[in-house]
């Protein structure tokens, strides 16, 4: 079910020819009614595209009005002819919406070192101001405007009772390729009611981040134009959150940016598998993410969720060299509730059920338990079929 | 042309029933008819396997007189009945050939977590003590006797004229999958005849890793097994070597380690392309590497080379979230020899010749040049296809 347009805004998506599919939008445009707090987490990529350097400038801030999104060309790897079509495209937003250029900001995805096509973005900005709107089929044409090998729009959220007032949190992602963590890990702009600061909404979402966009990689490639966005325009009406209230919202907001953060390898490239891969008993959260990373990165762990192939070999060598100190002897392995590896020695198990379980399930789920201390943490990926391999050989030339 | 077997050794490859497919030789024998200096270079897996643990205890050491190894079974995550089970492998291979167990060391490749048939081991030992031979089928038998999905053996070698002896160093080698640097990514025994004290053996065989087995990657994914062994009798009968003659003898070690590494990603799993990344002009050799190894394990970058897509964007992505800090406006990039990225933007190029200078060698060239210092250096990695996701999907179950 699609979740309602927090109070305030309205968005629109249109295709204007930047793809060459007449029936896939490709420009999505965001507008609140009002100034809102606008904040951002941006690729820890050397190398950046345009929009994130311009958006990096406006963030944070007290007054966003504008979030403008292109798919088909990144504006990555383009130069100071780049980063002035970025300027551009908000200006144009802006000359439309009746804001300031400095209001708005730019998200774009697709290929890398290619000019934006400034006429079609120019007519689709026109279109998108004109098709403005808070209904379900506007926030999915908005949705399908951020897509690029996605194969279904993206888009979850919660509303929460706070103060007697519904605050409502909707979140739009796009995903599908070089999704690895570290960060920001492909677009996603999250719209909220909520009363927030500056400074409460960038530490929110930094915190939900960690919790989720972060916890997750497709192929453990990192684009030069990962974005998270956060925009909370207060139409709520409820006193600035605080104290319980403030609380209430960043849980719900770890809750959307979780559900966001699986959708994409739920939908990776060519996958026929979501992996969850649960890790614990490590003496800190980072030791656990970072094991539970190098399994989720391992092509030969990966390939052998894609064949339904209980190797635990694979997995208990991956975590070997995740560059974590641990005890070979302590650690058991469960695979979709099997027990697979006990105290650091395989155990007895029908590989014929364990294999079934795996082909006859799109969720495979990897627990991993170690003796080290109480830390945990969780990490989802796809598996790795031939279809990604042919979907990533055949992009572009 | 396969190289000979230096003095004083003999070797020989057999088929004991390890693997199913009779015509597959499964276990090797190398035996010296004098004590030689034996040194090692292990997995930094924190999981390693019994065959690693028993040679750990043995090297290094100036009286080694065996190595065997079999394939289809790695010995690893066997727990005590495993390490037992190396120890009589080797009290196997001491009777047999008259020497002391503790002069034996052992290597297992295959599959995990699955105890070595051990009266398959038992009678693959006499007949390969049976047919050992300095003979040029004996060592490709021998070779062949390491494999698992290799295609073709691996044997390198060089002779050296040193204080008026010839000195031969052969090398054997596998590997296919499970191939990632930090150290022993596979299984090496280089044998020499030449004359060297234990610590210039290790010290050698270090130097010649960093520069060869560590520069190779398949799929980032180190084994539980990883072992490079350097064993040296001294048969050339030289004075020991010092001075110039060490060095000369490191610099051709050097050589046989880099030519043993770079057919083992010209022979990955599926590989169509053997890709060479050349990192220049950076602050460290470690920071050169880095890069290096960031652009050849990314599976966009591998899967681009696969479908001959000149696309320097992904490569220019994967540098930059190495880990390394560099001006990405002084980046330039070459593929082929082809100018496709220069001072931070694209340039313009013919995509199609590109692509068919791609297409038409097995051999891709990715040379990128930073402006941050002098260092340099090469990585060796094999592209991603569809054949890889089989092979490694329908291994095993």
Chains 1, 2 share one sequence.
């Not at 008993?281 to 030969?300: E, F, N, V, Y």
């Not at 029908?350 to 109480?374: C, K, L, W, Y």
Request: with cysteine; aromatic share 4%.
């Amino acid at each position: 079910m699609t979740p309602p347009v927090p109070q305030g805004f309205s968005v629109a998506g249109v295709h204007c020819g930047i793809k060459s599919d007449a029936d896939k939008e490709d420009l999505a445009l965001i507008i609140t009614d009002r100034p809102a707090v606008g904040v951002g987490v941006y690729t820890q990529n050397l190398v950046v595209a345009a929009p994130v350097e311009l958006d990096r400038e406006r963030t944070p801030s007290d007054s966003i009005r504008a979030v403008v999104i292109n798919s088909g060309c990144a504006n990555a790897c383009t130069g100071e002819e780049g980063l002035q079509n970025a300027r551009q495209t908000a200006n144009w937003v802006s000359q439309q919406c009746n804001i300031h250029e400095e209001q708005t900001l730019v998200l774009s995805t697709g290929i890398i070192g290619e000019q934006l096509p400034m006429a079609n973005i120019e007519q689709g900005i026109r279109s998108a101001a004109e098709q403005l709107s808070d209904d379900e089929p506007s926030l999915i044409r908005a949705a399908r405007g951020m897509m690029t090998t996605d194969t279904i729009h993206k888009i979850c959220g919660r509303e929460v009772n706070i103060a007697q007032k519904t605050t409502r949190i909707t979140g739009l992602a796009k995903g599908a390729a070089m999704i690895g963590p570290n960060m920001a890990t492909m677009l996603a702009v999250v719209i909220t009611d909520a009363v927030l600061t500056v400074d409460d909404a960038q530490a929110s979402l930094v915190e939900a981040i960690a919790e989720s966009f972060n916890c997750i990689s497709v192929d453990g490639h990192m684009s030069t134009n990962d974005t998270v966005l956060l925009l909370a325009n207060g139409a709520a009406g409820t006193p600035p959150l605080a104290g319980k209230a403030l609380n209430e919202f960043r849980a719900t907001l770890v809750e959307v940016c979780e559900d966001l953060a699986q959708s994409i390898p739920a939908d990776g490239e060519g996958a026929t598998h979501l992996i969850t891969v649960e890790v614990h008993g490590c003496r800190s959260r980072d030791d656990a993410l970072q094991i539970g990373k190098t399994i989720a990165d391992s092509p030969l762990v990966k390939t052998a969720v894609a064949g339904a192939d209980p190797n635990w070999g694979r997995i208990v060598s991956a975590a070997g060299y995740a560059g974590v100190p641990f005890n070979p002897e302590h650690v058991s392995l469960h695979l979709n509730g099997i027990l697979l590896y006990e105290h650091g020695t395989p155990v007895q198990f029908d590989p014929a059920a364990v294999s079934h379980s795996i082909s006859s399930n799109r969720d495979t789920h990897i627990v991993m338990i170690f003796q080290e201390g109480s830390a945990a943490a969780r990490f989802w990926t796809t598996d790795l079929t031939s279809e990604y391999v042919r979907l990533n050989a055949e992009y572009h030339t």
